[in-house]
């Protein structure tokens, strides 16, 4: 297994950077395209392991799927699946694959088994499932009640009406809002509970839009309702990826550089953290083209919640670690059951660079001053890696484990710090 070492920046830089297209949105595109009845052709998707992962489970269900160099061409149709009998799909680490895929294969009748990587095994699914089985779909659990591995035998969608939780993931609720419209009278979904990370519920209610299908929502009354419709293929372009952009804006904020990123569009949750970067002290810039965070020559500390984007969490976290004072990131439950326990990890590298973090079930306090390098273990999690990496363009002795594991979501994140000029050290 190699390590990086990232070489500090000797100097601010001002750069462009171009990125491809959003994980969420390309995911939530392919579900999507693949149940219209037409061809759609989904422009600068996402080069992620995640988006290639699902490309090839939909391609080996039946879907036509052609990938060009700057577009996918996509031929939908529910009938195009074929019945796959006791077949097992791995999804690997990708969590909205998996989540998206058990309700996509509890409308089509098929049986298929879903599995994963060990993480995979320990990420929690039992509220969507329970979701799926009062619906009258058949699912079982093949190892440890309420995780993966599961087996889906679909195709028996005879009800209009589930209740389910909103605390553990709001992908949940994503992949019930996507197979609604073909649901004999539609679908109402009711959250019993806090809804978590709900703006990226109001996420997949755009794309839907965007194909054709007006989700029906009551905010009060945390409800959701889609009646029976049908999805209108379309050419569709996906904007950049606004995870990726945060640590660019953390880059400029570290180094006290000026870098520009080909996002415009606020569509996206983790698009908000250039509002943080602001109200640390970094000048920022919007306009229809692009997004430009210029480093301030004193950074400030904050306490924010993160709720609606906690993946974006552990740029600030490293980000804060320079600032002699407390920052506080609150809204981040969910943090525990992704790739890794991203609290845990965090406080432990934080450590290993000379950083005091305090943490409980939903946020970090960050107690910042002067981190200095350190190996920092990515626990097989790409935001650890990708959010450590940019400490590592402001701090000497930065060293990145496995750092192969950003293609989860980022795959050209090294060549993109090369283009800045960053140095990095293959040991």
Known sequence: MSIFEIIPLKKPVKKEINLSGSKSITNRALIIASLTSGVSYLYNYSLSEDSQVLIEILKASGIEIEKKEDYLKVQGGVDKFLNVFDKTFNVKMAGTTMRFLTGLFSLIKSRVILDG????????????????????????????????????????INKNEVLISGKISSQFISSLLMIAPLIRGGLLIKIKDKLVSSAFVDLTILVMKDFGVLVKVNKEKSQY??????????????????????????????????????????????????????????????????????????????????????????????????????????????????????????????????????????????????????????????????????????????????????????????????FLGVFIKEL
């Open 117 to 156: 990587e060990p993480r995979m095994r320990e990420r929690p699914i039992s509220d969507l499932v329970l979701a799926l089985k009062s619906l009258g779909v058949k699912i079982s659990y093949l190892k440890k009640e309420g995780f993966p591995p599961i087996k889906i035998e679909g195709g028996i």
């Open 225 to 418: 309702f889609v009646p029976q419709s049908f999805y209108q293929p379309r050419s569709y372009f996906i904007e950049p990826d606004a995870a990726s952009a945060g640590y660019f804006f953390g880059i400029s904020a570290l180094t006290k550089s000026c870098l520009s990123v080909n996002l415009s569009s606020f569509s996206q949750p983790d698009s908000q953290l250039i509002n943080v970067f602001e109200k640390m002290g970094c000048k920022v810039k919007k306009d229809k083209k692009k997004m430009t965070v210029c480093g301030g020559e004193k950074l400030k500390a904050v306490n924010v919640c993160l709720e609606n984007f906690p993946d974006s969490s552990l740029t600030l976290a490293v980000v804060a670690s320079i600032i002699p004072s407390v920052t506080k990131i609150t809204g981040l439950s969910t943090l525990k059951v992704k790739e890794s326990d991203r609290l845990l990890a965090l406080k432990n590298e934080l450590e290993k660079i000379g950083i005091k973090s305090e943490i409980n079930d939903d946020s970090i306090t960050i107690f910042g001053g002067k981190p200095h390098g350190a190996e920092i273990e990515t626990y097989n999690d790409h935001r650890m890696a990708l959010s450590f990496a940019i400490l590592g363009t402001k701090i000497a002795g930065i060293k990145i484990k496995n750092p192969d594991v950003v293609k989860k979501s980022f795959p050209d994140f090294w060549e993109k710090l090369k």
